[in-house]
């Protein structure tokens, strides 16, 4: 669907394992960014480029006519398609240097991220031909271009992208939904990073990969939402501790899921990862004024 004079949203469906043989309908966002040349920015699982170029074919454009890909990070739902849609274009691919090594080689990221159903999200490695780090720019050609902001906490190489020509702003999976499954690495930095993108004025639409997009002042109210949100389950994870203090892991997230009202089927690999993070900044109370 059009959202705003240039950029188009492509919400692709895809299912992650949970447990082998156990799955979740998940979703994820990619956009297309329309000019002289078409940028796309993520590129689903594998197998979704087919259903990008029919996107693009039926929006009356050609996919030869993508020109670059931008990665706003590593994770399998946002590169899987990236192989496929190189080969077809030959379009250059951009990430920040950061998560560079979890695309080029994906028996790191499964070793380190291990997702079950890893392998068949991502067909194979990805070769980068940019590494972005914060406050580059890339040009879109006819004198448009993408600003980079460098917003680690999901994962270290996340990234936002403005569209200033739009005051659009992408997001990746750096500002999380308040009240959906957390998964990021380190909530301080990701409160930090959302943030970043709060000081960004004049904004009229933020997208995410998680959520329709979002407009106007609501966004703004997301984005401080989800800073909120970081320190509820904040929160909730440091009581869980308190009250289990020699539970596993795996047993205080059984509670901390509890307490934070999600289901318990979220007990994942990616959300532990998550649990972890708020562990390792146990340090703090309040992660907002930390
Ligand atoms: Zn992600």
Known sequence: ???TDHIHALKIPFKLELTPGKTLD???YAFLIYGEKICLIDAGVSGSHEMIFNYVRETGRNPAEISNLVITHAHPDHIGGAPAVVKETGCPVAIHAD?????????????ERPIVNLYSLIPGP?????QLKDGDTVDLGDGKSLNVIHTPGHSKGSISLLYPEDNALISGDA???P???PIYDDPLVSIQSTRKLMDIKGLDVLLTSWDAPCHG???YKLM???TGYFQHIHEVVLKAKADYPSADLDALSTHILEGLGLPENAKVGIVMRTFQGHLNRSEYQDLLKA
């Open 175 to 177: 500002v999380p939904i």
């Open 224 to 226: 401080e939402d989800a």
């Open 1 to 3: 669907m059009q959202i």
């Open 99 to 111: 998560d560079v090594p979890w695309i080029q080689d994906i028996d790191l990221q499964y070793k």
């Open 26 to 28: 998940r979703s994820v």
């Open 179 to 181: 009240g959906a499954v």
């Open 217 to 219: 002042d609501a966004l």
């Open 126 to 130: 990805t070769k980068v031909d940019r």
